[in-house]
């Protein structure tokens, strides 16, 4: 059974700070994929990333960073000099592989707030 | 670019009233999905559908049945709304599984749904 663990519900940072989200899961599938996508107070689910099991190369993407370690099956993001339009509730996600699996498992969220 | 568009955005119901969600994606995807986002509990999968005339229940299908006579609609209908079933409702489309390498769900802005 797939599952994803984000086990802080909530965060407040100072403007200009690092923050990092926690993401833990569980498969036992050796293929699988890990997303993580934000959730502005708007409301729309925005997709951040992508990373299938055979890649644990880390990945920067502007202010962005994720870091993914097989051995500890966590998949954390990395928010650096955090802005006010970051705060939003972000969800780390995972997919197996295996054939006739179309379930997309969310974790139950990170609420994250950034004070000016 | 509308990409996915679900209808109502909002609605109040009754409790044993009927009701069906719309969703629309432009994008030609061929597989399509409801979720359902409940405070502390992320996203889970009611249902979906991996092609045209197609459907398959997901983690929480109880209460729900849903139908894709066209590729670009996938309906999800309430036939007696219980008060339980107060949630956002979000629809989402991806042109590959999600278990592959290029499978990324595209969502809707969601539904709210009370029942009273």
């Known amino acids: 059974a797939q599952k994803v663990t984000q086990a802080q519900t909530e965060i407040s940072v100072v403007e200009k700070e690092d923050v990092t989200l926690d993401c833990v899961y569980e498969?036992?599938?050796?293929?699988?994929?890990l997303f993580w996508y934000k959730q502005p107070p708007s409301g729309e689910l925005v997709f951040l990333i992508r990373r299938n099991s055979f890649d644990e190369q880390n990945e920067i993407s502007g202010r962005y960073s994720w870091n993914f370690q097989k051995s500890t099956s966590s998949f954390n993001f990395t928010i650096t000099a955090s802005q006010v339009v970051d705060s939003a509730v972000y969800f780390c996600a995972l997919s197996e592989a295996n054939f006739g699996n179309e379930k997309l498992t969310f974790g139950t969220g990170t609420r994250l707030t950034i004070i000016p | 670019n509308a990409g996915v568009t679900q209808t109502p955005k909002f609605r109040v119901l009754k409790t044993g009233q009927s009701m069906t969600l719309l969703c629309a994606q432009d994008m030609n995807h061929e597989y399509m999905y409801w979720y359902r986002q409940d405070p502390g509990m992320g996203l889970r999968l009611i249902h979906y559908s991996v092609g045209e005339g197609t459907t398959a229940k997901g983690e929480v299908p109880d209460g729900y049945n849903v139908s894709r006579l066209k590729k670009q609609n996938f309906l999800l209908g309430l036939e007696s709304a219980a008060p339980s079933q107060t949630s956002v409702y979000f629809c989402a489309s991806s042109y590959q599984r999600i278990g592959s390498n290029t499978g990324e769900l595209f969502f809707g802005e969601g539904s709210r749904l009370t029942v009273l």
């Open positions: 498969t036992r599938d050796t293929t699988y994929y």
